[in-house]
């Protein structure tokens, strides 16, 4: 167990800690509290997103869901603009959903504000039924979250003799 963690007591009325229960159980949690840190990770990442949404807040990394028409003009005007941001784009890819629709997810890397531009540009084309984009933060602020890892012990160099 890492030196870092602090303890904290929390109370919770019993409807809301068996629901809370149920969620970490489904999700396969090995105990409340990494429930709780994932959530609060979550939440804390979520928020620093919302509130940099300018050029300049540095990097960070989106994920957006676009669920479309196939026999519209959204599938070939959703490929136009993403390559208009293709520095930004990861990777992508697509899966059918039935035979009407497909599911696109674009990964990509950059100012929330240019993500967000992008996915209104994706969402407002006739034929995309549904999307949603999510943030998390930029590696610096995924580093401020992570566990330290314990260094192993070097051996001290045997001398020659």
Partial sequence: MPAELARVTISLDEPLLEQF?????????????????????????????LSEESESSGEKFGV??????????APARIALRTRRVADMVRCSTQTPVGENHLLAIFIMEGST??????ADAI??????LHGELKFTGGVAQ????????????????KSGA
């Avoid at 504000?113 to 992008?118: D, E, H, L, Q, V």
């Avoid at 995924?142 to 160099?157: E, G, I, N, V």
Wanted: charged share 35%; proline share 7%.
């Fill in 64 to 73: 957006l869901s676009v669920l479309f028409e196939v026999k519209s003009k």
């Fill in 113 to 118: 504000g240019r993500m967000r531009r992008f």
């Fill in 123 to 128: 969402l407002s084309i006739k034929g995309v």
């Fill in 142 to 157: 995924l580093a401020a979250f992570s566990t330290p890892k314990p260094h192993p012990k070097r051996q001290p160099a």
């Fill in 21 to 49: 229960d149920d969620f970490a159980h489904e999700r396969g949690y090995p105990n409340r509290s990494e429930a709780v840190r994932d959530l609060i990770r979550d939440k804390l990442l979520s928020e620093v997103s």
